[in-house]
């Protein structure tokens, strides 16, 4: 068994924890919490009131606060999974401002085989698990509104209706100017919309209206930019990375070849040496 739980300031506290089991099932209990999770290997077998079922990789997990239940694996080598662990108000919040009815949700399936609410998840979860606090924000408030509108009980609420253009653009360029004046360690999007005036889903819209990118995915092309500048300059790869607000070089290096086409040491090697670099993107 190999575990790790920890509270992340997001949303003013909310649990998470990454796991691999293996061998004595859970006892029986509830949480006074939503669990929402994700199986990512292996296959687990979870015990409901109604009887048990089954969550392979892929499969994205929804308990509601008070659920009893348990969970054992049904594989010699055990399952693997991220869940985290939101209170009941903080869904709600989510909930109304994506337009859906005043309230907590209640989820009308305890599973589903979503591939992009898992990948979303899984994302959210893996950045929160890094301290990326803009992109896990980010991350999570879509996937949990994705979830929330396909999966919840309660329906759309009518009567909602959108800021003009005009105040979107506006407030988009607000955050634009918080995000280049904080990039090495970006507010997470409660704060940045706070910030600029707005809620964090109609910034998320004005922003990509604006921009073309939610703006964690800006601040990645931003930092990129920076560590290429860096880089052409003749600074170490790793020291690079930490001066572009990532986390190490593994980080950089995974997003720099995503939008350059090539590696930070193959991309410096070549700029230094005067020769064309092959595969950039520009």
Same mark, same amino acid.
């Given at each position: ?72 694996? +049904? ?87 959108? +800021? ?9 360029? +607000? ?108």
């Amino acid at each position: 068994m190999s575990v790790r739980y920890w509270r992340d300031p997001l949303w003013g506290g909310v649990d998470l924890m990454r796991a691999r089991f293996t061998g004595d099932p859970f006892a029986r209990h509830s949480h006074d919490t939503y669990a929402i999770g994700v199986v990512e290997e292996g296959l687990e077998e979870i015990a409901f009131p109604d009887g048990p079922r089954c969550a392979g990789a892929g499969e994205v997990v929804m308990i509601d606060p008070g659920v009893v239940h348990t969970g054992r694996a +049904r594989t010699p080598d055990g399952w693997t999974y991220r869940v985290l662990y939101p209170r009941p108000e903080q869904l709600a919040a989510i909930a109304d401002e994506a337009g859906a009815a005043a309230g907590p949700p209640a989820f009308s399936t305890w599973s589903a085989t979503d591939e992009r609410a898992s990948a979303l998840l899984l994302s959210a979860h893996r950045a929160a698990e890094q301290g990326q606090r803009l992109a896990a924000d980010s991350l999570l408030r879509v996937v949990m509104a994705r979830l929330i509108g396909a999966y919840g009980s309660r329906g759309p609420r009518p009567g909602r209706s959108a +800021r003009p253009a005009a105040a979107g653009r506006s407030v988009a360029a +607000r955050a634009r100017e918080l995000l280049h004046a904080s990039l090495a360690d970006p507010p997470d999007l409660g704060e940045l919309a706070a910030a600029a005036g707005t809620a964090p889903f109609a910034l998320l819209r004005s922003f990509r209206r604006a921009y073309g990118l939610p703006p964690h995915a800006y601040v990645v092309q931003l930092r990129v930019r920076r560590a290429r500048a860096l880089l052409e300059r003749g600074t170490p790869p790793a020291e690079a990375a930490v001066a572009a607000g990532f986390c190490d070089q593994s980080h950089l290096s995974r997003h720099f070849r995503r939008m350059v086409g090539v590696t930070p040491g193959a991309y410096q090697r070549g700029v230094l040496a005067g020769r064309p670099v092959g595969g950039t993107r520009g």
